[in-house]
C-alpha cells in the first residue's frame, strides 16, 4: 500500500504547487504529468505504482527498461531519462514513447534514422544543462535555439520541449532560479514556432525539488524515491 500512499501525497503536493505559481505561469493550464522514475526497481513495486494510476515510467538505462517492458505486461508509456549513446539509438527509439536526454545533433540524427526505418516519429526532448555542471549531460541554454533548428528539419524526430536536472541543494529553494531560466527558454522555444514540433513538456523536478519545479512552471516530474523509497545499488 505504500508506493499508492506515496503518490496520493505527491499528487496533493503537485496541486498546491501549481496554485502557488507566479501570474506569469498561472496560464499553464495543462496537467503536470507524474512520471515514475523506477531504476533500481523491481517489475512488482512498479506494478503497484501502476495500479496506483501512474501512467508513465522513466527509465535511465535501455537494458534495464527492456528487461522491465518486457516482463511488465501493463500499458505504459515508457520514456528515457538517461544518456543516450548514439550506438544505442536503435534500440532506444523501438522501446521508447519519449527520449528526454537529446544533446547533440549527432544523436538526434541517429535517432531519425532508426526511427525512420520503423516507420516510427520519435518524439524528444532537448537536455539542457543549465548550471554548466560538469557531472551532468545536456548542452548550454545558449545552444538550444540551434539544436531545436536542426531537429525542427529531420523527419523522423518530433521535438517536445525540454528537460533538466537542476544541480543538488540541501534547500532546494537554491534552484529556483535555475528552474525560472527554463521556464524562460521554454517559452522561447514555444514562440519561436519552428516547424514540425509539437512544444509541451518542460520536464524538471525530483523528489527533493519537484514542487519548487512546478511553482516554476514545469508539467512534467520525474519522481523515483519519492514513490518507491530509496534504491539500493
Ligand atoms: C534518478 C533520476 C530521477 C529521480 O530521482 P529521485 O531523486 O529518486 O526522485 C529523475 N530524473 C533523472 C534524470 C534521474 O536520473
Not at 539509438?89 to 532508426?114: P, T
Request: overall charge neutral; glycine content about 6%; aromatic content about 6%.
Amino acid at each position: 500500500m505504500f508506493v499508492a500512499d506515496h503518490i496520493t501525497k505527491i499528487i496533493d503536493n503537485i496541486n498546491s504547487a501549481m496554485k502557488k505559481r507566479t501570474t506569469i505561469q498561472k496560464n499553464r493550464l495543462d496537467p503536470v504529468k507524474l512520471v515514475a522514475v523506477t531504476k533500481n526497481h523491481t517489475v512488482p513495486v512498479i506494478q503497484e505504482a501502476i495500479a496506483a494510476g501512474i501512467l508513465a515510467i522513466g527509465e535511465n538505462r535501455i537494458q534495464e527498461a527492456l528487461l522491465k517492458s518486457q516482463t511488465l505486461d501493463a500499458k505504459v508509456e515508457w520514456q528515457l531519462i538517461g544518456h543516450l549513446q548514439t550506438n544505442k539509438a536503435r534500440v532506444a527509439v523501438s522501446l521508447f514513447d519519449l527520449i528526454q536526454s537529446v544533446d547533440s545533433q549527432r544523436l538526434a540524427r541517429e535517432i531519425d534514422q532508426a526511427a525512420g526505418k520503423i516507420g516510427k516519429r520519435q518524439d524528444v526532448l532537448i537536455q539542457i544543462n543549465v548550471a554548466n555542471e560538469e557531472t551532468k549531460f545536456g548542452i548550454a541554454p545558449t545552444e538550444m535555439m540551434a539544436l531545436a533548428q536542426y531537429i525542427s528539419t529531420l523527419e523522423n524526430v518530433r521535438l517536445c520541449g525540454l528537460m533538466t536536472v537542476a544541480p543538488f541543494y540541501e534547500d532546494p529553494e537554491l534552484a529556483r532560479p535555475i528552474f525560472r531560466e527554463m521556464y524562460q527558454l521554454f517559452r522561447k522555444l514555444k514562440d519561436a514556432q519552428l516547424e514540425h514540433t509539437n512544444i509541451e513538456w518542460l520536464s524538471m523536478g525530483m523528489t527533493h525539488d519537484y514542487t519548487v519545479a512546478v511553482e516554476e512552471g514545469a508539467n512534467l516530474v520525474r519522481i523515483g524515491t519519492g514513490i518507491f523509497g530509496q534504491r539500493e545499488y
